[in-house]
């Protein structure tokens, strides 16, 4: 199976810093991957699909990048909005699996 | 729109099992996977499996093997987790989620509780 690992676990940055987590992954795995935003209580949202493109309706603040083991999601000017739990997942041959996470706060 | 909407919480006795429903509306059924993904209190996400609405075909984690059943009824687009033999570990919320490969949308989840 194909683990995937995230750092840091936690973050916390002010209002208009940029940000970036990254994601591992245990062996190459082309762009195969998904990155998800969960705030408290709620499903995970899709921001980014592919590694780096973007949802429809996601801001452009957040992007998306890397290919083989190594991933990053950047968001360019943090929001209060945008405190959350991010997660990256590997998709395209089962078992799909998640990273650990990486909860934001200001 | 495009939306899953999911069963109401469970509380279950170890040993149980419980099944949870999630109705899909706003797109054609057959046309997407629905997958299952758990997530205990306070931990990460985890995926369990996923059905395919149009073929009946299942995939599932390793660890869920013979006792997790997915199924799914296109006469009503529902797709279906049975969970069997039941501990206090498999107590989270439980998500269906549309999509071959990522997952968009997502259901509302489903709190699933094993206590005796």
């Known amino acids: 199976d194909i683990q995937m690992t995230q750092s840091p676990s936690t973050l916390s940055a002010s209002v208009g810093d940029g940000v970036t987590i990254t994601c591992r992954a245990s062996?190459?795995?082309?762009?195969?991957v998904a990155w998800y935003q969960q705030k408290p209580g709620k499903a995970p949202k899709l921001l980014i699909s592919?590694?780096?493109s973007l949802q429809s309706g996601v801001p452009s603040r957040f992007s998306g990048s890397g290919s083989g083991t190594e991933f990053t999601l950047t968001i360019s000017s943090l929001q209060p909005d945008d405190v959350a739990t991010y997660y990256c997942?590997?998709?395209?041959?089962?078992?799909?699996?998640f990273g650990p996470g990486t909860k934001v706060d200001i | 729109q495009v939306q899953l909407v999911q069963s109401g919480a469970e509380v279950r006795e170890p040993g149980a099992s419980v099944k949870v429903s999630c109705k899909a509306s706003?797109?054609?059924?057959?046309?997407?996977?629905i997958n299952w993904v758990r997530q205990a209190s306070g931990q990460g996400l985890e995926w369990v499996g996923r059905?395919?609405?149009?073929?009946?075909?299942?995939n599932h984690a390793q660890k869920f093997r013979g006792r997790v059943t997915l199924t799914r009824d296109t006469s009503i687009t529902t797709a279906y987790l049975e969970l069997s033999s039941l501990t206090s570990e498999d107590s989270a919320v439980y998500y269906c989620?549309?999509?071959?490969?990522?997952?968009?949308?997502w259901g509302q989840g489903t709190l699933v509780t094993v206590s005796s």
């Open positions: 059905v395919n609405p149009n073929s009946g075909d299942t």
């Open positions: 989620a549309r999509g071959r490969n990522y997952f968009d949308p």
């Open positions: 062996q190459s795995i082309s762009t195969w």
């Open positions: 706003g797109y054609t059924f057959i046309t997407y996977d």
């Open positions: 997942q590997y998709y395209n041959t089962y078992p799909f699996t």
């Open positions: 592919k590694a780096s």
